[in-house]
């Protein structure tokens, strides 16, 4: 394997939306790695281009400008199908609104990402228990969106990253639609899967989330205004209420 190298690598890239005869630069000449086991935070203010990097870091876009590198390979030379398979098999996406479907319970939609794996059912649902196992939420199994509250809901959701052991877990606002309490809790279960190994890359325009990840990168209009690793983290008891 080719673990000399950084996870992921950006260098020089950029992202230029084009609507209706106007050019939007949403992220310009960024270049940064992502080492394994790593945990950060990607801040700053609403539209400064964190969910265009985001989803070009998560396979979903493509940059306009410059080259990411996943593992040394240059995304931008595989062609659709594999990237697409790359993605289903190395990337755990956790969202704001969390994106569970309303006629799964809690297992079902855990267990879903395997199915393009090309995993069977029984499996399935047996690394699907171990993956409720990991946020908490086995007692939740069986029941359906509706009836779990929104921090379930979102537990649920970075079950269904964590189901295909992805290289990296990419979160996007992950606790912008939960009450402070609920998110501070959100982001210790981040922190304790990032003590077990997993590389995540949390993207938030919350001040608070950056007091729990050693790195804390920050944009402004499209482009990295600071890169800043702490030595020590502080205290728990700090973020919250
Ligand atoms: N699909 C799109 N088409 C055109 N402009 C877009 C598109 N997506 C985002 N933008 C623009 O790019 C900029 C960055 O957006 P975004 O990455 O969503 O920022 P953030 O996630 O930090 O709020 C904004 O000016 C936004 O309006
Ligand atoms: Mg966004």
């Given at each position: 394997m080719t673990d000399a190298l950084p996870l992921i690598s950006l260098r020089s890239v950029g992202r230029t939306y084009r609507a209706g005869g106007i050019a939007v630069?949403?992220?310009?000449n960024v270049s940064f790695d992502i080492e394994r086991g790593e945990i950060l935070a990607v801040m700053g203010p609403s539209g400064s281009g964190k969910s265009t990097l985001m989803n070009m870091i998560g396979l979903l876009d493509l940059p306009s400008e410059g080259v990411i590198y996943l593992e040394g390979t240059?995304?931008?030379?595989?062609s659709e199908d594999r990237r697409s398979t790359l993605r289903a098999r190395s990337i755990g996406f956790v969202f704001q609104s969390y994106?569970?479907?309303?006629?799964?319970n809690a297992i079902e939609n855990v267990a879903l990402p395997l199915v393009y794996c090309g995993v069977g059912h029984k499996e399935r649902l047996a690394r699907a228990e171990e993956s409720l196992a990991a946020v908490g939420m086995v007692h939740r199994a069986h029941h359906f969106p509706r009836q779990l509250s929104g921090g379930e809901q979102q537990r649920i959701a970075i079950a269904r990253a964590l189901i295909a052991s992805p290289l990296i877990v990419l979160a996007d606002e992950?606790?912008?639609?939960?009450d402070s309490r609920t998110g501070a809790e959100i982001l210790a279960l981040f922190a304790a899967l990032n003590q077990r190994g997993q590389t995540i890359v949390m993207i938030t325009h919350?001040?608070?989330i950056a007091t729990q990840c050693r790195r804390t990168i920050r944009l402004h209009d499209g482009e990295i205004v600071s890169d800043e690793t702490v030595a020590a983290l502080l205290p728990r008891r700090s973020i919250g209420s």
């Open positions: 630069a949403a992220v310009r240059n995304v931008a030379d595989l994106n569970l479907l309303a006629r799964h992950p606790t912008g639609a939960l919350d001040p608070r």
